[in-house]
């Protein structure tokens, strides 16, 4: 069991699931992640393309996820924003005209700006080729 830490606030922050469970648990959550976003990315993809500015990001960032060179933190950080992206049920429903898409938007951005490193030309190649041929 890891030992608190000094900057630990509220019981638990000091909690690593990687070494608690043998690194299994971000791997565990992010292959369930993945078939969610296998799923549901390009049907939600195509209800969202007007709502989303930065479509092409978003279609690099997906193949990025699904990337198994992608270091298994940031797949897991990916997956789990599109995973939200996807879900039918969140904090704003999609289906209001303007502003249903603005939670998911500000989920994904703020992802993207931590992994955007990892999402190379290839995923961006890969992504212009899908929403060139999507159109």
């Given amino acids: 069991m890891p030992r608190p830490s000094a900057s630990a606030t509220y019981p638990g922050d000091d909690f690593d699931a990687d070494t ?5 648990a971000h791997e565990a959550r992010a292959e369930g992640n993945e078939r969610r976003v296998r799923r549901g990315f ?14 092409d990001e978003l279609v690099a960032a ?3 996820a699904l990337d198994r060179r992608t270091p298994l933190r940031v ?21 209001l005209a ?23 030309d290839e995923h961006r190649t890969a992504a212009r080729q899908a929403l060139d041929s999507a159109r």
């Fill in 20 to 24: 608690a469970y043998g690194g299994f």
């Fill in 42 to 55: 390009w049907p939600t993809m195509k209800r969202a393309a007007s709502h989303v500015p930065f479509a």
């Fill in 62 to 64: 997906y193949y990025c």
């Fill in 75 to 95: 797949r897991a950080m990916l997956l789990g924003a599109l995973a939200y992206f996807v879900m039918p049920v969140d904090m704003v429903p999609d289906i």
């Fill in 98 to 120: 303007g502003i249903g898409f603005t939670d998911d938007v500000t989920v994904l951005l703020g992802v993207l700006g931590v992994v955007r490193a990892h999402i190379t």
